[in-house]
């Protein structure tokens, strides 16, 4: 099925381990995000990329790198894993990033644990 | 950026009660988004409304632009609607991003 696949969909890191959360989507959107959810919180977006080639520093970038790798696939990278970046990370898309006429599609999340 | 409110946090009701869930924003927007996070974490778009209201199946959604609110409502409501039910606007300046609530769980009791 078409749609934004993310993986993997658990994680346990240690403190100051890296890892790399990777997203595809396959529905030639433009624009592609990261976000982070957390109990009692909205989704907060921590980097976008508009269109391939292009990225962008959402409201907590800190602390990870992103890189856009071609139109389809977004991934995210913890260089030094710490306990504050214990979260659900969703990936999204949409035709692109000026959002008041497109819809969003989500990946199934990642549930990152670091210990 | 926009600030978004959602009420009630939480909501318990029995199948068949008809469910309101509001939704208000601080700065004027074109358009706002209702989403859908699944007990298993999925995460669905709704609805994207820019005035008036929006119909799908037993889901309707109103906006009042000038009041800045959102309403979500579900007549005959199902164990299967229980959900967090999260809506979204877009902030201010040239990026433009969504800003989502905080989310509101329902849950229906059969």
């Known amino acids: 099925n078409a749609g934004v696949t993310q993986t993997p969909k658990f994680q346990v890191l240690k403190t100051g381990q890296s890892m790399t959360l990777q997203c595809a989507q396959d529905?030639?959107?433009?624009?592609m995000y990261w976000y982070r959810q957390d109990p009692g919180m909205g989704l907060r977006l921590i980097y976008y990329s508009a269109s391939e080639g292009t990225t962008d520093k959402g409201e907590v970038p800190n602390g990870y790198n992103v890189s856009r790798l071609n139109k389809r696939e977004f991934s995210l990278r913890l260089e030094s894993a710490a306990p504050s970046q214990t979260s659900v990370y969703f990936c999204?898309?949409?035709?692109?990033?000026?959002?008041?006429?497109?819809?969003?599609?989500f990946g199934s999340g990642t549930r990152l644990t670091v210990v | 950026k926009n600030e978004v409110e959602q009420s009630p946090q939480n909501l318990t009701a029995q199948e068949g009660e008809f469910i309101t869930i509001n939704c208000s924003y601080s700065v004027g927007i074109s358009a706002l988004h209702w989403l859908q996070q699944h007990p298993g974490g999925g995460i669905v778009s709704l609805f994207m409304?820019?005035?008036g209201k929006k119909k799908h199946g037993r889901l309707i959604a109103t906006i009042n632009i000038q009041e800045k609110h959102s309403s979500l409502h579900i007549t005959a409501s199902h164990p299967r609607d229980s959900a967090v039910y999260i809506c979204?606007?877009?902030?201010?300046?040239?990026?433009?991003?969504?800003?989502f609530g905080s989310g509101t769980q329902l849950t229906v009791l059969p």
């Open positions: 979204a606007a877009p902030g201010s300046g040239s990026a433009r991003q969504l800003t």
């Open positions: 529905m030639n959107h433009n624009s």
């Open positions: 409304l820019s005035s």
């Open positions: 999204a898309s949409s035709w692109d990033r000026w959002t008041t006429n497109y819809g969003y599609t």
